[in-house]
């Protein structure tokens, strides 16, 4: 089993930036692919971006490449999402979620997920 607990989240100006952590405890974690999504009100959850146990596959929606960049340190059983630029349809509260599935990006591919947190971005 895995527990996820996310941090780092907060408001901040459009432009400005945020790193979210996501810390993973059981023994497990290191064969999951680790996901990003958020949700804002009345939306469904979306995905954000993933990446693969060993860190070197990564993939993002569109609607945030270039600007977040996900990461992860094995070692340190946590993966982070530095957010850069941001702007205010980045609001929503942000899940990390893990995966034994292949390049998921489908909410319904995640076994695990944490609490979120809520980044808001003002204009």
């Known amino acids: 089993q895995v527990q996820l607990v996310e941090s780092g989240g907060g408001l901040v100006q459009a432009g400005g930036s945020l790193r979210l952590s996501c810390v993973a405890s059981?023994?497990?974690?290191?064969?999951?692919?680790e996901g990003w999504f958020r949700q804002a009100p009345g939306k469904e959850r979306e995905f954000v971006a993933s990446?693969?146990?060993?860190?070197?596959?990564?993939y993002y929606a569109d609607s945030v490449k270039g600007r977040f960049t996900i990461s992860r340190d094995n070692a340190k059983n946590t993966v982070y999402l530095q957010m850069n630029l941001l702007k205010p349809e980045d609001t929503a509260v942000y899940y990390c979620?893990?995966?034994?599935?292949?390049?998921?990006?489908?909410?319904?591919?995640?076994?695990?997920w944490g609490q979120g947190t809520q980044v808001t971005v003002s204009s």
């Open positions: 990446i693969s146990w060993g860190g070197t596959s990564t």
């Open positions: 979620a893990a995966s034994g599935a292949m390049r998921p990006t489908s909410p319904t591919k995640y076994d695990y």
């Open positions: 059981g023994r497990t974690f290191s064969s999951y692919v």
